[in-house]
């Protein structure tokens, strides 16, 4: 039997602003470790599962994820050496039900129709590899017989921020409920009948979609036509956008789960969070004496019961008690560690404000490499660019800026319009607007380049490209 491991990667983990943006969210991020991102860690644990345990070969992950955060992911999964999973680029995010059936769709265009999908949300921490694959071993048997398993956590405090499984005899699913109040959070957990829903199932793809197919059929329809006119490159499988656009949005919760007969839950007992605020992130991590969680460079003097991050300063609290602080080169979060939940409420104004800190961090990663804001001015923006070994930044053009590149360190290849150059350290070259250039990193070691850009307008959109190494 063989097990394929899907983890969805979409989302922009908007709870966790500043520190997690819409092009690098907060599964890309090394929330909990200094050495691996969420996803890496989700990764790492997968396919670290004992195949002679549980009788079944672990195969090449599934990664399902958005459009904009393609590259991100490809260079954290070859970073931890996965070299050969399956990339599928959602056009739109339209939840789990049809993420989960592109997964099955690609799984059965390669493997057997028995094949099973072990589906893991790319952003859940566990520490407890032993009981997670105990709890996989377990699930293996009910999904071989068809069932649709889902894995519930045993509650440890009346939480109402996740929702809820009533269980019975036999692995069977009673009930699936939503997020409740206090009181009746309160008693789930007295009456030890519930489970939280975790959000990862076990199942054989081809029961999946034959499930989706029967409840719902329109949702099913709309993903087979968008995966059928899906391209394909080197790195990622392109679903059609406007067929995906046509989907319905909808979890497999509510698309499958609570309409079939054949769902099943086993419980997981180890330790288990979806990290999804910074109270949950919170709750989480190790914390000192007096309850704090301090990352970072952060000095603290009578502070308890607190979540203090730093990214790119000291940073000093005196004096408070259960907040979240959280420093970044371009914003700072201070809040009451109760009100978490309400971090989207800042996220959605400064969308609708028309700024863009809920998109990027001053440190913005490409394919290429890096760029980071130095300075921007109202005619004026400093970036520092670092490009990879090897890589080429787009044939391109703008409309309504110029360029002047420093080479710092490293070996430039510059086009710039009909003349081509090498260009080393402390020597420099000036693009008008308009005029054609590359730039190209032709050595092995990383480039960097100031660029001094200086115009009317400075949006990525003002850029044209003529030719691109990475397809954008």
Known sequence: MNIIPVVLSGGAGSRLWPLSREYFSKQCLALTDNEYSLLQKTIRRVLSLDSLTLSSVINDPIVVCNEDQRFLIAQQLQSIGVKKARVLLEPKGRNTAPAIALAALEALRNQSPDALLLVLPADHEIRDVAAFELAVAQAIGLAKLGGLVTFGVLPTRPETGYGYIRFGDDSAVLEFVEKPNLEKAQSYLDSGEYLWNSGMFLFKASVYLNELTLHRNDIFQAVHKAYQQRTEDVDFVRINSLQFSECPEESIDFAVLEKTTQAKVVPYLGDWSDIGAWDSLYDYADKDDAKNVLLG???AEGVNNC?????????????????VIVETADAVLVMN???SQDVKKIVKRIKDEGREEHKYHTTVHRPWGTYQRVDQG?????????????????????????????????????????????????????????????????????????????GSYFGEDDIVRFSDHYGR
């Open 297 to 299: 460079d952060v000095m």
């Open 307 to 323: 979540l203090v991050r730093s990214e790119s300063r000291l940073v000093a609290a005196v004096g408070v008690d259960n907040l």
């Open 337 to 339: 560690k109760d009100r």
């Open 378 to 454: 109202h005619r004026h923006q400093v970036k520092r660019l670092v490009v990879k070994p090897g890589a080429k930044l787009s044939l391109q053009m703008h409309y309504h800026r110029s360029e002047h590149w420093v080479v710092v360190s490293g070996t430039a290849k510059v086009q710039n319009g009909d003349k081509n150059m090498l260009l080393v350290e402390n020597e420099s070259t000036y693009i008008p607007a308009g005029v054609v250039h590359a730039l190209e990193n032709p050595s092995n070691v990383p480039l960097e380049i100031i660029e001094v850009q200086s």
